[in-house]
């Protein structure tokens, strides 16, 4: 078995809401080896983004463990988990968050300026060799607004892919696109997966979960099934065998 | 993180964002260019005004004959010749806190050289007279004491007056002009002062020994004024209360009575319109001070606004990996690089407005560095601190409050 890149113990995550408490995660344990495409499932509400900006330390949990790569994140300051965020976690949000009016570029340097290690130089060359790796390699200068909502996707999926990182945290990547959009996304983290990468991708469409290694639901921030997939589908299949758009 | 980096950092988000920056820039030069020029218009009048004061002599004190005339009631013509020679002697000997003094008597008449005639007044006064309206003589020399006491008939002349008695040139010292009928010398041509701020030509003057134009013109023995320097500026006051008690003392008046004679100063002139210049100046600091607050308040909003709006952005930067510190570096310099290029660009704005109104409107301006610095100092501040304090709120929030941010 390959190393545990994420190890969740009993996480819980409470909202104080007024006078009530929303229990949004009542203790969730799960293990996230290197190399798996892992597709969290549940309805809205279910506490799926709680969780996944829990791994993301974006958020810190109201109690429970969790090691990232083998380091306990419970017990870090403000600065060291940026740090983490920095060095471990390649994020990518349902709604793009791309800079406004910046090039694909700097869009996807932004992740290594705050990487004091790494120079200038070496910066732009990540940069590229991750947006010719999402298939933008000829829209390098193109500037956010200037960009269909794929494209900016990939942008962003380029800029969590820059820093190298341990696991690629995807939440409803494909929420805003058209389903031929989504499926060209999917093949993206196919290929990331192919190529090793470890993924978690957060979705409410139950058919993307056919194309995945792994498949965890959740339902009232509990896990209700958690499966390994033996037969992974190939999204560019899928693809292949959508209707042709009338337009374009 | 690195400095290189941070800066990197702020100039991108700029240079992105020329629209919002140069906004934000507006606020901070429109309040700095107003102030300066506000401040400019009403340094510049109270300056001239102060220069015309300033021009009419050095700390004057005029003494004149008769009553405080300010109640307007009309006095016995008698009352106009209580000064005589001897209280112009004692001022002279006894006077403590003056540096120079001068009686003064005149008479208008016609002044004839050859076919040139032209009409002036002639100035019957000692050589101290010179220092207390700052005069010079330019070319002969003054009259001297010798001339006083043997009353001579030797004058001192002006441009103006030189210019209309002797239109084809010539040297006009050692010429004899006659003054009504009476031949004065010419022994000195004074310096020429031009014309003065309210529009006099100050180089239209004769003058001659005092006892002169008492025995020889007027026949009479007393003065029509005398003018005395003081010391310095601030003197004025003490030189008054000295003058006035030598003048009640030799008048033989009363505890009771009322001087019979009045003292003006240039300090009393000058203190009154300096107090209306000072109304102006106020009035225009009010504006100025209200531009600054509208462009405080202006930069505060767009500064405050764009941070708002920049809340997302700073999840995201947080979210790839951006302490807080990161975040609030590159807001200060953010703000700081927008604020003194505006304050800058400001000043710059200000002085040539300030320019535009010397020369197009012809009004006096005055530039203090002080209202500069001060401007600028207020401006550049308001604009970093607005910048920055609300970054050090967005900074603060947790990255998915701050990327979720409506
Ligand atoms: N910041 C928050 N404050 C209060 N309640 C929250 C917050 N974030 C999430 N919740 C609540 O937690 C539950 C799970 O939310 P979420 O993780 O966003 O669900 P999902 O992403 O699966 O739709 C919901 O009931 C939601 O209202
Ligand atoms: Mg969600």
């Known amino acids: ?248 | 993180m690195n400095g290189t980096n941070l800066f990197k950092i702020a100039l991108r988000a700029l240079s992105n964002n020329k629209m919002r920056a140069f906004l934000t820039m507006l606020g901070i030069i429109i309040g700095v260019a107003s102030v300066i020029t506000m401040l400019a218009i009403g340094q510049g009048s109270k300056k001239s005004i102060q220069a015309q004061i300033a021009e009419m002599g050095s700390n004057m004190i005029m003494i004149h004959p008769g009553a405080d005339m300010r109640g307007g009631v009309r006095q016995d013509p008698s009352a106009m010749q209580t000064l005589k020679l001897e209280d112009f002697y004692n001022i002279r000997d006894e006077g403590k806190y003056i540096s120079a003094v001068s009686p003064s008597v005149n008479s208008s008449g016609q002044l004839i050289y050859g076919a040139n005639n032209a009409p002036s007044t002639i100035y019957g006064v000692s050589q101290d007279y010179l220092t207390i309206r700052q005069l010079s003589v330019e070319d002969g020399e003054m009259f001297t004491d010798q001339d006083i006491q043997t009353s001579a008939k030797v004058c001192i002349v002006g441009k103006t007056v030189v210019d209309n008695l002797f239109p084809n040139g010539g040297d006009p010292i050692g010429k004899v002009i006659r003054f009504n009928s009476i031949p004065f010398r010419i022994i000195g041509v004074l310096k020429s002062k031009g014309y003065n701020s309210m529009g006099m030509d100050q180089d239209d003057v004769i003058l001659a020994p005092y006892t002169t134009i008492m025995k020889r013109i007027l026949a009479v023995t007393y003065l029509q004024g005398i003018n005395c320097s003081a010391i310095t500026e601030d003197m004025t006051d003490q030189a008054i209360e000295d003058i006035t008690s030598i003048l009640r003392r030799n008048h033989k008046l009363k505890e009771d009575a009322t001087d019979d004679f009045t003292i003006r100063s240039q300090q009393e002139l000058s203190s009154m319109m300096n107090s209306t210049t000072d109304l102006m100046t106020i009035l225009l600091a009010c504006i100025a001070g209200i531009s600054l607050v509208v462009g405080g308040i202006g930069i505060m909003n767009i500064m405050y606004v764009s941070v708002t709006e920049r809340t997302r952005e700073i999840g995201l930067r947080m979210s790839v990996g951006a302490r807080s510190i990161d975040i609030l570096s590159q807001f200060l310099i953010e703000a700081i690089l927008i604020s003194v290029t505006g304050g800058i660009i400001g000043v710059i704005i200000g002085v040539g407005a300030s320019f535009i109104v010397k020369y197009v409107a012809h009004w006096p301006i005055f530039i203090q560095s002080w209202s500069v610095m001060l401007s600028f100092v207020v401006c550049t501040v308001t604009g970093i601190f607005f910048g920055w304090y609300p970054a050090k709120k967005a900074a603060a929030l947790d990255p998915i409050e701050a990327i979720r941010y409506e």
């Open chain 1, 1 to 248: 078995m390959s190393k545990a890149i994420i190890e969740l113990k009993n996480i819980k995550r409470n909202f104080k809401v007024g006078d009530e408490i929303v229990h949004a995660l009542r203790g969730v344990s799960f293990t996230i080896h290197e190399g798996e495409f892992v597709t969290i499932m549940g309805t809205s509400g279910s506490g799926k983004s709680t969780l996944l900006n829990l791994l993301g330390c974006l958020d810190t949990p109201t109690s429970g463990e969790y090691f990232l790569d083998g380091v306990s994140v419970r017990t870090m300051g403000k600065n060291e988990r940026a740090r983490l965020r920095n060095h471990k976690i390649g994020f990518v949000f349902q709604s793009y968050n791309l800079l406004a009016k910046t090039t694909a570029v700097e869009n996807v340097e932004l992740p290594l300026m705050y990487n004091a290690r790494i120079s200038a130089a070496e910066r732009k060359e990540h940069a590229i060799n991750a947006l010719i790796a999402v298939g933008l390699g000829d829209r390098l200068m193109h500037k956010s607004n200037q960009m269909s909502g794929g494209q900016m996707q990939r942008v962003a999926i380029a800029r969590a892919l820059v820093n190298d990182p341990a696991v690629i945290l995807a939440d409803e990547a494909t929420g805003n696109l058209d389903t031929r959009t989504s499926f060209e996304i999917l093949v993206l983290f196919q290929k990331l997966h192919a190529e090793g990468r470890t993924i978690i991708f957060v979705t409410h469409n139950p058919e993307i979960a056919q194309y995945s290694s792994r498949n965890i639901v959740l339902r009232d921030g509990q896990i209700k099934e958690d499966k390994v997939n033996e037969n992974i589908l190939s999204a560019a299949e899928a693809l292949a065998a959508l209707p042709v758009p009338i337009e374009d």
